[in-house]
């Protein structure tokens, strides 16, 4: 079954420093990815995509993720975190029954 | 577009009365999803449509709770007789395409 990892709850960075949070993903075929950032009392808001391509792929706000075929990882990046990132981020996978299937979140804090 | 339209954000119920949440999705998107949020669970799906027609429910906990979507602009999720323990954010999401977009939530307190 399609599934999706995100081994990291929290994660704690000073404002500035990078940023990566990471995704492990189950899947027969090359999937659909997914991040979505969620912020406080807010709904999801899509950062960014991959179908096919180009494995880095670049989203809002900065942020960019590289699927990794051989590692099943799609791991988010930012070079330098700002105070306003501060989220609950999501990994998704879009199943071959059009079900999207998310990890269960990595939690940003961010230090001034 | 306006974006996924969910009504009402914030939902106060007493246990043992219905409550219904309504969602708008995006127009010209033919799938739309309901999601619940809560802490111990994270996102579960509910149930999802294709072209108006529920294709799979399997998350949709019980018989208390009912998703329809009578055209292509509505969708209600349903509960009846609600319980405490169904407060949660409950979300709305609609897709043309492989991305997904989502409303802001109504938020469900069952007291």
């Known amino acids: 079954a399609q599934s999706v990892t995100q081994p990291d709850i929290h994660i704690t960075v000073s404002e500035g420093a990078s940023l990566e949070l990471r995704c492990n993903y189950s899947?027969?075929?090359?999937?659909?990815l997914f991040w979505y950032v969620q912020s406080p009392g807010q709904g999801l808001q899509l950062l960014l995509k991959y179908f096919s391509g180009d494995t880095l792929v670049q989203g809002i706000k900065g942020f960019e993720a590289e699927f990794k075929r051989s590692q099943s990882s799609f791991n988010l990046r930012k070079p330098s975190v700002h105070w306003s990132d501060a989220a609950e981020y999501f990994c998704v996978v879009l199943s071959g029954t059009y079900k999207y299937i998310f990890g269960t979140g990595t939690r940003l804090k961010v230090l001034a | 577009d306006a974006g996924v339209i969910q009504s009402p954000r914030h939902e106060v119920t007493e246990m043992g009365q219905e409550v219904t949440l309504r969602c708008k999705p995006i127009s010209g998107h033919d799938y739309l999803f309901w999601y619940r949020q809560t802490m111990m669970r994270g996102l579960e799906l509910l149930i999802y449509?294709?072209?108006?027609?529920?294709?799979?429910d399997s998350g949709m906990p019980e018989d208390r709770f009912s998703a329809k979507m009578p055209n292509a602009s509505f969708s209600t999720l349903k509960i009846q007789p609600s319980e405490p323990r169904d407060s949660a954010v409950y979300f709305c999401?609609?897709?043309?395409?492989?991305?997904?977009?989502f409303g802001q939530g109504t938020r469900l307190t069952v007291v």
């Open positions: 899947y027969g075929a090359t999937p659909y």
């Open positions: 449509f294709n072209n108006n027609v529920p294709i799979d």
């Open positions: 999401a609609s897709s043309a395409d492989p991305e997904a977009f």
